[in-house]
């Protein structure tokens, strides 16, 4: 395993510590308060950040960001991701997200999503190098937290990769973050390590502080080789910690998830979000979990099974099919 990784906000500004390499990747609709702690409390997870927060036509309350962060954490640290066109309201943003407890801060320029990018924000952002660098110095400029900046390699093509690097490092950025695809590539065509080898490469000539690669990274040893194949320093894990996110517990040297565990922990998600919200939004949520999960091969030889739950009118239904998994394999 490689050693602690560090990132540090500008001048003598405040630091942040991952004691292991993997970071668990914000991903919208996915990564809440809920399921976020169910994954961190499974260990091996350096640091985590929360769903993207818009900013648009006006600052976001502190009280808003903190129910995006959820309860305070000593063991990982937790960045909240903001995600805007330009400058507008974002410094008063950045300060509130470190009143609400952010652990520093991740700027968004690589969401591929047509509604984010029609207006201006998210990759779209990536066709203007010089507004990636405003936005980044703004947000450097508005605390004394670390600012990382997330990106795909560009829009249609990578050409204008080093120019994208160069604007974050300009920006005085604390960290890179590199997702190995353009933003027409969506998430359906496999990610591209070559090109977040380059960036790596181009940063270390430009930039301060880590690299971190992100994409089709779903196992320990696919995050192992990302770092050899590319150089980053630390590994952004998304839907692969979906699909098992003992992912990180393993990578860190812990066994293997029993199948016993893996039952639990979907029963504990689903106990977790009981509380605060509606029945179609929680059963939702536990779908679109199952319909990803692989830990402990729960399903192998039984996507039959997974099949008949993702079609389960309610939650009862998968709840008992895991329940009866602890029973036959406690």
């Not at 609709?29 to 648009?56: I, K, Q, W, Y």
């Not at 947000?139 to 990382?148: D, F, I, M, R, Y």
């Not at 080789?225 to 630390?234: A, I, K, P, Q, Y």
């Not at 504990?268 to 979990?289: D, F, M, N, T, W």
Request: one cysteine or more.
């Amino acid at each position: 395993m490689r050693p602690e990784v560090r990132i540090c906000g500008r001048g003598d500004g405040r630091e942040v510590l991952f004691t292991t390499p993997l970071l668990l990747a914000p991903m919208e609709g996915v990564t809440d308060p809920c399921f976020r702690t169910v994954v961190l409390d499974l260990g091996g997870v350096g640091g985590a950040s929360t769903e993207f927060v818009r900013v648009s036509s006006s600052p976001i309350p502190a009280r808003a960001i903190g129910r995006k962060l959820g309860a305070p954490r000593a063991d990982v640290p937790v960045a909240v991701q903001l995600m805007a066109p330009g400058i507008d309201h974002l410094a008063e943003t950045v300060r509130n997200a470190e009143r609400a407890g952010a652990a520093w801060i991740d700027l968004n320029f690589g969401c591929p999503v047509a509604r984010v990018c029609g207006k201006g924000a998210g990759s779209a952002l990536l066709a203007d190098p010089p507004r990636i660098q405003a936005i980044v110095a703004e947000a450097v400029g508005a605390t004394e937290l670390p600012v990382s900046a997330k990106v795909r390699v560009g829009l249609d093509d990578a050409d204008r990769l080093d120019e994208i690097v160069d604007a974050v490092a300009a920006g005085g950025a604390a960290m890179l973050i590199v997702h190995g695809r353009r933003r027409a590539d969506g998430l359906q065509l496999p990610a591209n390590w070559a090109w977040i080898a380059a960036a790596a490469a181009r940063w270390r000539s430009v930039g301060r502080g880590p690299v971190c690669g992100n994409g089709d990274v779903g196992s320990a040893e696919d995050a192992r080789r990302m770092m050899r194949e590319t150089g980053c320093d630390l590994v952004l894990i998304g839907r692969g910690a979906i699909g098992n996110p003992f992912v990180f517990r393993e990578f860190a040297g812990g066994p293997s998830a029993t199948a016993d565990e893996a039952a639990r922990f979907v029963l504990r998600y689903a106990e977790s979000i009981h509380p605060v919200v509606g029945a179609s939004y929680r059963i939702g949520r536990i779908k679109q979990l199952v319909r990803y999960y692989r830990a402990a091969g729960l399903f192998d030889g039984r996507e039959d099974d997974r099949e008949r739950l993702l079609r389960a009118p309610d939650l009862a239904g998968i709840r008992a099919w895991f329940e009866k998994s602890l029973t036959v394999n406690v």
